[in-house]
């Protein structure tokens, strides 16, 4: 069983930064694919970033150009830095592992969850 752990959500005014940071416990985390969704009151869950064993990062338009996603597989951690934020970018941020190692935007094929950390940005 793979436990997931995230941190370092808290407010911000636009234009700052946050980094969060998703600890893994269990299973083989260097051979999982790593991604970040977000949910704001209201709406669906949805993908922002997603990284491979290999390092191959993905994500959504939305975020492209502004946020960063590693991870230290030494750590067993994954890390989504957000640059340039803006009001839009506030949801509750869960970190996600998929033990295929394959990426998917859709919510149903990730395997394994953390609990969550808020982000809010202040206009």
């Known amino acids: 069983q793979v436990q997931l752990v995230e941190s370092g959500g808290g407010l911000v005014q636009a234009g700052g930064s946050l980094r969060l940071s998703c600890a893994a416990s269990?299973?083989?985390?260097?051979?999982?694919?790593m991604g970040w969704f977000r949910q704001a009151p209201g709406k669906e869950r949805e993908f922002v970033a997603a990284?491979?064993?290999?390092?191959?990062?993905y994500y959504a338009d939305s975020v492209k150009g502004r946020f960063t996603i590693s991870r230290d597989n030494a750590k067993k951690t994954v890390y989504l830095q957000m640059n340039s934020l803006k009001p839009e970018d506030t949801a509750v941020y869960y970190c996600?592992?998929?033990?295929?190692?394959?990426?998917?935007?859709?919510?149903?094929?990730?395997?394994?969850w953390g609990q969550g950390t808020q982000v809010t940005v202040s206009s």
């Open positions: 996600a592992a998929d033990q295929t190692g394959v990426v998917s935007t859709a919510v149903p094929n990730w395997d394994y």
């Open positions: 269990g299973g083989t985390f260097s051979s999982y694919a």
């Open positions: 990284i491979i064993r290999g390092g191959g990062t």
